[in-house]
Each structure stands twice: as C-alpha cells, then as structure tokens.
C-alpha cells in the first residue's frame, strides 16, 4: 500500500514536473558572460618576454666598452693613426666651455639635490625592472 | 546545439578557444539559472548570479579534474555561490500561500491555453511552497535526473540525506499538488 502511495507520488511528480521547463536567462545572457570573458587571461596564451636592449645587443655594447677602456689605458699614444692628426681636429673643434657656463656658480645645496635625483631615477630604473622581470616570469 | 562530450570544449577552452566556453554555457545556462532563482527568488539577480557563476568556473577550470561529471561540479558552485549572494544581500525570499494558490486554481479554464499556462503557472508555485533546498534537491532529481550522490556532492550533504529530502520533499509536493487539484497530465499516463 505504501509502495503504491509511493509509485502515485513519483508519477504524480514526474508527470506534472514535465509540463513545466526550466527557467530561461535573459536573451544575451550568453553573449554577454562571453564578452566579460574576453576580459580575463586566455588560456594557454603566455606573453612572450623580448627585453628592451636583447642579450646580443648587450654583448656588443659590453665589448665596445672594454675596447674603449682597454684602447685608453693601454693603446693610446701607439696606435694613433696618422690620419688622425692630418685632420686637425684640435684647431677646427673648440672644445672648451662658453664663459657663461664656465663662470656658473651653483649652490652646494642644489647640486647635491641634483644628484639625489640622479641616484633616486637609478635606483626606479633598477627597481622597475627587477619588477618588470619578476612579472613576466609568474605568466 | 553540437553534441560533443563536455571534456572536448573544456579542452579546447584550456587551449585558449574562449568561444568553446561558450557551447558549455548554452548547455547549462537553464539549469545553472534556474538553481541560482530558487535560491535567490528574483530574476535580476539570479541573473547576475549565474553570470558570476560561469565566470567563476572559467576562471577555475584549470582546476576541473573531471572527478565528477562537469555539470556536477558546475551546480556546485551555482549552489554555494548562491547562497553567498543572499547572505551578502540579507534578502528574503518571498512566497506564496496555498490559499492564494487554491482561488487561483479554481478560476482557472481547463483545455483552454491560458488554462494550460496557468497551470503551468500554479506547478511553479506549487513547487515554491517547497523549502529552498527541497526545490533544488528535486529539480536536480526530476529535471536532471542527477543520482544521489551527485546530489550530495552538490549540495554537501550525505547521500542518505538526499535520499531522505527527496522522499519527503516528494510527498509535501504532491500533497500540495493534490490539494490544488492538480492530476497527472494525460498525455504522462498514455506514455506510461
């Protein structure tokens, strides 16, 4: 008997529950989850890094320098060519400082703080970058 | 709608094709907005909370370890997500009385089409005479035909107490359909 009870409830409900469909979202709703989505990180999509100066760029700069640095110390009285000379760089080039800017006397106070900035824009330039780098390894 | 298994879009999703999201939303939108409206009872915001929802779950589907099927996992979140919204929001549900229901029910024109979309109406209501997690446990069993255990897992309950839930949210169900005078339709007992 109350199996039977059971089998008129179930089939009562089933019956019942099949004239009625689940509810409907709004028409775009789809279209619209999907343009919030386009806003969030893709998948399996990693920004490749490609740093400002390459890794090639800095070797060359780095091999310039210590020529430059080793053509100073070691090389500079053998190996100035004759060339050189025949342009008389030293008559036509005046490198020499205009008098205003000769005769320009700045407060002790102002260079110092000219040179905290300096230090200061460093010291972002490094930090930045360290927190550039640390970045684009966590993609 | 294409029939592909969930895994394939869910794969393709994980491969970076945003648009395979989605077929698996057309696939569970209804039911996804259905759960989030028992719950919250306004359409407004069963909207925004299931649009929460699948942003939700495309933000943790990396983690989908395809341990339970997709849309058990997907329900899931509908359902906890949910009730968040509503301690969040302190709202109370509105309902119906059933003597609202019966003088309804009584004015009611049968065979006509309006009579039938009455009583699809009153079906509805009937159903939200039902407590908040009765309706779930019965829309997850009759519309989904989801198992115990998959209902459990939804739900975080024991299997044994979705069984219980569902035996009794059963009988107060049809005990109210029958006080509206709502039988098995006609077509159901020529199919049977």
Redesign the interface.
């Known amino acids: 008997m109350k199996k039977h009870n059971?089998k008129?409830?179930?089939?009562?409900?089933?019956?019942?529950?099949?004239?009625?469909?689940?509810?409907?979202?709004?028409a775009g709703?789809?279209e619209?989850?999907?343009s919030?989505?386009?806003q969030?990180p893709?998948?399996?999509?990693t920004t490749s890094y490609t740093p400002l100066i390459s890794g090639k760029a800095w070797s060359v700069i780095f091999l310039v320098m210590i020529s430059l640095s080793l053509f100073a110390v070691f090389g500079m009285k053998d190996v100035t060519p004759e060339w050189i000379s025949q342009l008389r760089l030293q008559e036509r080039l005046d490198f020499s400082l205009p008098e205003s800017v000769r005769n320009l006397n700045l407060p002790s106070a102002l260079l110092y703080g000219l040179l905290a900035v300096t230090i200061y824009i460093y010291y972002q330039v490094m930090r930045l970058n360290v927190i550039k780098n640390q970045q684009n390894q966590a993609v | 709608m294409s029939q592909q298994p969930d895994q394939h879009w869910i794969d393709c999703?994980?491969?970076?094709d945003?648009?395979a999201?989605?077929m698996l939303?057309?696939r569970y939108?209804?039911?996804v907005?259905?759960l989030a409206?028992k719950i919250v009872r306004n359409?407004e915001d069963?909207?925004e909370v299931?649009?929460d929802v699948?942003?939700k779950a495309?933000?943790a589907?990396?983690t989908y370890k395809g341990e339970a099927r997709f849309s058990t996992w997907l329900y899931k979140i509908a359902y906890y997500r949910s009730l968040d919204y509503i301690k969040k929001n302190q709202r109370m549900p509105s309902t119906v009385t059933i003597d609202n229901l019966t003088s309804k029910v009584h004015s009611e024109t049968p065979g006509s089409a309006e009579g039938f979309d009455e009583?699809?109406e009153l079906?509805?209501k009937a159903m939200e005479q039902l407590s908040r997690d009765d309706q779930i446990i019965?829309?997850l069993h009759?519309?989904e035909d989801m198992a115990l255990n998959e209902i459990a897992t939804v739900m975080g309950i024991s299997s044994n107490t979705a069984k219980t839930r569902i035996?009794r949210g059963?009988?107060r169900?049809?005990g109210i359909?029958?006080e509206l005078g709502?039988?098995?339709?006609h077509s159901?007992?020529k199919a049977?």
């Not at chain 1, 008129?8 to 709004?26: A, F, G, H, K, M």
């Open positions: 059971e008129e409830q179930e089939d009562l409900i089933r019956s019942v529950l099949r004239e009625t469909n689940l509810e409907t979202p709004s709703f789809t619209q989850l999907l919030r989505i386009e969030l893709v998948y399996g999509y | 999703v994980l491969a970076g945003r648009l999201y989605g939303v057309n939108k209804h039911m907005f259905t409206l359409r069963a909207e299931a649009q699948f942003l495309y933000t589907l990396k009583r699809g079906i509805r019965l829309t009759y519309y035996f059963r009988q169900l049809a359909l029958m709502i039988e098995k339709s159901y007992e049977q």
